[in-house]
């Protein structure tokens, strides 16, 4: 009886860097990156600051063109109809209209997206439960704390059903509640198989959730992997703090800033 070989579907990564280079004059800000992204999994990006981390952010969203290389969203190249369609993306400080209720700022956005308005409001309801906004939803937005600003703007976000989700510093400025309601909502995208990818300054937050960690520093990405699989490569077995302090130089920094910082004997 001949057998039949069934092959296993490779599933392309959501994100692709490939050999990107970008550069502003003569200064390098990112470096020969190279990064895979796939479906239902989050991504925590780290890195100093200027490292090249929110580059590489606004490259992922078409906001910024490689000097070289290529950035693939869903197979798709950056920046494109389709690349944005299927993308997610939330800025470290949250932009609304002060103007707006929360309410009227999410109909604003479904209709820019153009979605179907009875499945708008379906998912309106769903993002309201989802991130506890009912409560303050039809207040104006110049009244709304960080936090608030910082829910309503995940569930713009989301409205959309986006199959890629970009974050850059998701936790800045929330209180406890609000961020426990994030990290819940991190851990459900990632189940319904959206791929993440988190630029983050929270090492023990990454440390928590990350399915796998990108180190870059001074524009190269200098480790990627699990936990586990970086402290292996490094023979280190450490907290991810320690790791990417010593990685990174970070000890040697905050010594030099210790150092100077103390009165002199003179």
């Given amino acids: 009886m001949d057998s039949k070989i069934q092959s296993i579907p490779v599933v392309p990564p959501m994100i692709r860097?490939?050999?990107?280079?970008?550069?502003?004059g003569t200064k390098t800000a990112v470096s020969h990156l190279n990064l895979e992204v796939r479906a239902g999994e989050l991504f925590a990006f780290l890195g100093p600051n200027g490292a090249g981390k929110t580059t590489s952010i606004k490259m992922i969203c078409g906001l910024l063109k490689p000097t070289s290389g290529t950035v693939e969203i869903g197979g798709h190249q950056a920046g494109s109809l389709q690349a944005r369609n299927c993308l997610a993306?939330?800025?470290?400080?949250?932009?609304?209209?002060?103007?707006?209720?929360?309410?009227?700022?999410?109909?604003?956005?479904?209709?820019?997206?153009?979605?179907?308005?009875?499945?708008?409001?379906?998912?309106?309801?769903?993002?309201?439960?989802?991130?506890?906004?009912?409560?303050?939803?039809?207040?104006?937005?110049?009244?709304?704390?960080?936090?608030?600003?910082?829910?309503?703007?995940?569930?713009?976000?989301?409205?959309?059903?986006?199959?890629?989700?970009?974050?850059?510093?998701?936790?800045?400025?929330?209180?406890?509640?609000?961020?426990?309601?994030?990290?819940?909502?991190?851990?459900?995208?990632?189940?319904?198989?959206?791929?993440?990818?988190?630029?983050?300054?929270?090492?023990?937050?990454?440390?928590?959730?990350?399915?796998?960690?990108?180190?870059?520093?001074?524009?190269?990405?200098?480790?990627?992997?699990?936990?586990?699989?970086?402290?292996?490569k490094e023979e280190f077995n450490g907290s991810l703090e320690d790791l990417f302090l010593e990685l990174t130089g970070g000890d040697e920094l905050l010594q030099h800033t210790i150092k100077n910082s103390q009165p002199s004997n003179d």
Avoid: W
Avoid at 17 to 24: I, L, S
């Fill in 17 to 24: 860097f490939h050999d990107v280079t970008k550069q502003f």
């Fill in 89 to 232: 993306y939330v800025p470290d400080q949250p932009f609304l209209y002060d103007k707006l209720t929360g309410r009227e700022f999410l109909n604003f956005v479904t209709q820019m997206r153009g979605m179907d308005k009875v499945h708008s409001q379906i998912k309106i309801a769903e993002m309201i439960r989802l991130f506890e906004i009912e409560g303050f939803l039809d207040e104006l937005c110049e009244g709304y704390s960080q936090g608030m600003k910082q829910r309503l703007v995940f569930a713009s976000a989301l409205v959309h059903e986006p199959s890629v989700l970009v974050v850059d510093e998701p936790f800045v400025g929330l209180d406890p509640r609000s961020a426990r309601i994030v990290k819940q909502m991190f851990v459900d995208q990632t189940r319904r198989g959206v791929a993440v990818l988190m630029s983050i300054h929270l090492l023990s937050i990454a440390e928590s959730l990350a399915d796998r960690i990108g180190i870059i520093h001074q524009g190269k990405m200098i480790a990627t992997g699990t936990l586990s699989e970086l402290r292996g």
